[in-house]
């Protein structure tokens, strides 16, 4: 799991230190610092907690300890080490159906359904994409490690639903993750929120981090050194009064990103719990109207987002392969009671 937990209790002991992370820089890659490269390549972490490993000695480039300054260059070998055995995971394959949308020999695309977790982490060992992958691909040898996360190159929250690719080979695993990295691949949801945005096409721009008073859920920074940059184009589709139907380009994909980016200006997902979409935030004081929101929430128990576009390189052959999909249906089946709403005939 690349998630990096770094306490200085960790990092005092040095009589012995564990692999914890390994990478291997790019043979394109320009010179970097290695505290902005390993913040790009590590969930849950900072340049400060990367500071703290370098200053303790847990950051090793080709077998040689380096501080925080360092720049990474192409091939680069980077090794970090904790005080710590890192805890030993078995990959179990489960027989559990995925809509395959496309595969061939390096790579398949998954319209996942809401409600499934991407990979195996804490909480969550079982029933996840990853371990029905795990089974669709038993005779593969990546999927037949203690990798958690084989064959991702990105990954979407457990309650949204759509589109991701898969790779089934390290080379195109490289190829794809250096795509998503360098931000030329493309990437649609679509989201229902409340009210209408003032303006029918924007940006939301605003690093997002962890929320410092709960760190399960994320927080905009619009200034500072908090987080990490993050950017959202966003597109008005459809008004339905007292919700939007909208459309948001990812330039970049960092975690929550469209849920807090939306929330910040004012316009939180239908039915996010965890960014306060699950309140009735326009509309009526009618009992009437109050009741219609809530048995829509009861038909999308989720937030209202979908991965709907997917565009990438093919790793292999070179060419531009884009997928779309339809909106799944309690996203359209809550639509379609919003149009009846607001024809007047339901209530």
Known sequence: MNKMWLHSDELDDQSELFEHFRFKADPGQSPLRIDK?????LEDTSRTKIKAAADAGCIKVNDKVVKANYKVKPDDLIVILLSYPRKEFELVPEDIPINI??????LLVVNKEAGMVVHPAHGNYSGTLVNALAWHFRDLDMFNTSDSRAGLVHRIDKNTSGLLVIAKTDQAKSHLGKQFYNKTSHRKY????WGTPKEPEGTVAGHVGRNPKNRKVMFVYPEGDHGKHAVTHYKLLEDL??????ECRLETGRTHQIRVHMQYIG????????YGGDQI?????YTKYKQFVQN??????RQALHAKELGFVHPANGKWMEFDTRLPDDMQLVMDKWHVYLSGRNV
């Open 101 to 106: 949308v496309y595969e061939d020999e390096h």
């Open 37 to 41: 490269f390993l913040l790009h390549k």
């Open 190 to 193: 679509q989201a229902l929120v």
């Open 241 to 246: 009064g007292y919700i939007s139907l909208i």
């Open 281 to 285: 935030l326009k509309g009526t004081t």
């Open 296 to 301: 829509c929430f009861k038909v999308l128990p």
């Open 267 to 274: 316009h939180p997902l239908f039915n996010d719990e965890d």
